[in-house]
């Protein structure tokens, strides 16, 4: 065996090449320039061969087969002229394109995850195998980051599954299993094994593709322009955008420029299709969404392996959730589908009851089914156990509360359970509002006490704020990090303090679009202003999402701990008098109909309440609009930070897109503030300063102006 960064050359057999992948500096496998500089030396000795059947490409490193390239190197050339990414783009393509001139058979035996870089290498081989299992999926998602593959993969693709095929997999950026792959035509078998079961498999392959010879018929074909009538490319092409732009609303261009590049390299043979490739590729490479987009992907990355700098993590074998809600059901279905034992915990039969099936429901989801798989159900129905007593409820390593937004009602329920859990237990809350230091007030053990904050839907959001009290200690903080991430979280650390990180930014938004309304902004132009910045709705749908009576709740939390700059409007009080309090009731600022994915209709009876409170009627802007809605929120951010409730501005970037979802396409909101800049910022608040408090320039925003520097170079 010859050993290298990544790949490790062997001979299972004398005719036979077997290049392994497996980089055991690092928990993927990723295709930087010395690993591509590698296999460039490796191919060049083995093309010399004249003996050699063919080569097989496998990894063995558990549940990786190739991540992609090295994105750190290239957020390095970020700034390189066009002509230079063009360059880069063509080297990888020469180097992968080696694969499909081999005289030998090549074969990718895919293992676990395949995307990027690892995907358009699997492309470039004759055949492809593949594992089905949960851990294999391929996918090319580079459209994520802003761009589309530029190694051959929009060129390559399209000639082996079909130009619809490859635009659905390129333009949509989504991974697929083995199954899928092999209808398409991808792949060439499936396996139900890996490992030696893989490779003897991919070694049949070789040797009958050393009978037949197909692979050289499939190498002529594949170079080839691809066989469609002006007729059909014409229909896909218009079919292909009209859904790509409602899916994207014109925010991403990367998934519009992959379309035009397979579409225009469809007539031509697969070396002009790269150059094609090449040159679209690299105005795509450096733009504003490309940065933006990579940012939050370094962003996520850095999530995934922080840990507190003190304190020492407990394992966590069993949960309590009580509270059997929409919030418990979620946040105890996060425990089941981890193999997490759980006590659901409520205070009438009916509720433990409805409880308990709506866990099961969850935790056995099945995206094929769209709907419960119920043989899942059963399977995961020995880890929930759903209970009145107290006692079964305190004897697990965490307990969970998650009932309504009471402080007397939370404490009581502490006082309760606080004397029978174990001494190492820790006790959690999922408040929303409440301060965690005021909650643990009564306890005996508040240093086993802390926030753990989810967003609804549970499924669907990856936040978990945990929240430090005054007297939180640094072991509870480590714990609940690691919980967090076992179930499939991603936890952000924040200290104490009214609505936290999420709901402390987010309300100011939420607030002004009731102030808008007052002055005489319509519904509608202040929902189109949202989203046209990015928001994925408009606040006013987000208040009947939300509730209009647990808005009112949270907002009067934010009024009185800062009255000096939060404005109460009449609005919301109104419509919940009026029992108008969102999609959980007969409606809100919109009717619903009931009807899954309605996103409601206009409102008179809305209107009618409104009318009375409008003040003016005046015109607005779409840009006014936006900087109406959107400058309390950073200015609030900035607070945020200043006042220490996030560590930096990277966690509150992560945390808003995670927990609100703020448009990635700006990178996070202080990520945004850096496009603009801060000096910029403070002249744009200027014509708003006589609205308040709520508008006034912060300290941060004011010293970073001064220095005439980034927030992000803190």
């Known amino acids: 065996m010859a050993d290298g960064l990544l790949f490790h050359l062997e001979s299972p057999a004398s005719d036979i090449a077997v290049i392994t992948i497996n980089d055991p500096q690092k928990g993927a ?36 087969f190739i991540a ?3 994105l750190r190197e290239f957020a390095a050339d970020i700034d390189a002229p066009d002509e230079q990414i063009v360059e880069i783009s063509r080297r990888g393509q020469r180097l992968f394109g080696r694969l499909a001139k081999a005289p030998f058979v090549t074969v990718a035996a895919i293992e676990g995850i395949c995307v990027g870089g690892g995907a358009e290498l699997s492309v470039w081989c004759d055949r492809r195998i593949m594992v089905a299992n949960s851990e294999t999926s391929f996918g090319f998602p580079e459209v994520k980051l802003g761009i589309f593959p530029g190694w051959g993969g929009t060129a390559r693709t399209p000639r082996i599954v079909g130009l619809s095929n490859a635009v659905e997999l390129i333009t949509g950026g989504e991974s697929i299993d083995a ?20 490779l003897a498999a991919a070694i049949r392959l070789v040797r009958n593709e050393q009978q037949t010879k197909e692979y050289l018929e499939d190498r002529c074909r594949w170079y080839a322009p691809i066989a469609i009538s002006d007729t059909e490319l014409g229909f896909l092409a218009a079919t292909a955008n ?25 007539g031509v043979d697969v070396e002009a299709a790269c150059e094609l490739e090449a040159e679209g590729f690299a105005p795509l ?6 940065r933006a987009l990579l940012n939050v992907f370094f962003l996520r990355d850095q999530n995934k392996k922080a840990m507190p700098a003190k304190g020492s993590p407990r394992e966590v074998k069993s949960v309590s959730v009580i509270g059997a809600g929409t919030m418990g059901q979620g946040i105890a279905a996060a425990n089941v589908k981890r193999g997490i034992p759980v006590a659901l915990g409520d205070t009438t039969h009916e509720a433990v009851a409805r409880g308990v099936k709506g866990v099961l429901a969850e935790a056995s989801y099945n995206k094929q089914l769209k709907g419960p798989d119920a043989a899942k159900a059963i399977e995961l129905s020995p880890l929930v156990n ?44 999922n408040t929303s509002t409440i301060p965690i230091s005021d909650l643990a007030g009564p306890l005996v053990r508040p240093e086993q006490f802390c926030g753990l904050h989810f967003f609804n839907p549970v499924r669907m959001m990856p936040l978990v704020e945990v929240i430090r009290g005054r007297g939180t200690s640094d072991d509870t903080i480590a714990t609940a990090v690691a919980y967090s991430r076992r179930i499939g979280k991603s936890p952000i650390v924040v200290n104490d303090g009214p609505g936290f990180l999420v709901n402390r930014v987010l309300l100011p938004y939420m607030n002004e679009a009731l102030l808008l309304l007052q002055e005489g902004a ?9 989203t046209a910045f990015g928001m994925p709705m408009g606040p006013l749908a987000l208040y009947d999402t939300v509730g209009l009576d647990v808005a009112l709740h949270a907002g009067g939390v934010m009024a009185s701990a800062f009255p000096h700059r939060v404005v109460r409007s009449e609005i919301l009080p109104a419509m919940v008098d009026a029992g108008r309090v969102g999609k959980k009731g007969p409606g809100g600022f919109f009717n619903y109909s009931g009807k899954r994915n309605d996103h409601g209709s206009d409102s008179p009876q809305a209107e009618a309440i409104i009318a009375p409170h409008r003040k003016d009627e005046r015109k607005f802007s779409t840009g006014e609009l936006i900087d109406r809605l959107i400058l309390p929120m950073f200015l609030e951010a900035t607070r945020v930070v200043e006042d220490g409730i996030a560590a930096n501005v990277r966690d509150v970037d992560l945390a808003l897109i995670y927990g609100i979802g703020f448009p990635p396409f700006h990178g996070g909101l202080f990520f945004w503030a850096d496009t603009i800049d801060a000096e910029a910022l403070v002249k744009k608040l200027e014509p708003y300063e006589t609205l308040g408090d709520r508008y006034l320039p912060t300290e941060l925003l004011i010293r970073t102006a001064k220095a005439g520097k980034k927030f992000y170079d803190a």
């Open 386 to 429: 759903g209970t009145m007593h107290d006692s079964e409820l305190a004897d697990v390593d965490l307990i969970i509360e998650a009932i309504y937004e009471s402080e007397g009602a939370k404490q009581e329920l502490y006082e309760r359970l606080e004397p029978i859990i174990k001494a190492h237990s820790i006790l959690a809350t």
């Open 29 to 64: 496998n990723i295709l930087s320039r010395p690993a591509l500089a590698e296999l460039d030396g490796i191919l060049s000795t083995l093309e010399k061969r004249t003996d050699l059947a063919g080569l097989i490409f496998r990894s063995t490193k558990p549940g990786n």
């Open 522 to 530: 319509p519904i509608k132009a202040i929902e189109r202003a949202a």
């Open 179 to 198: 199954a899928t792959a092999q209808a398409m035509g991808l792949v060439d078998d499936v396996t139900t094994e890996g490992g030696d079961a893989l």
């Open 285 to 290: 490479f450096g733009s504003t969404v490309n």
């Open 68 to 70: 992609g390239a090295d």
């Open 242 to 266: 009209a859904y790509i732009q409602g899916q994207t609303k014109g925010q991403y261009p990367a998934p519009i420029a992959a379309l035009e590049t397979l579409v225009g390299s469809a």
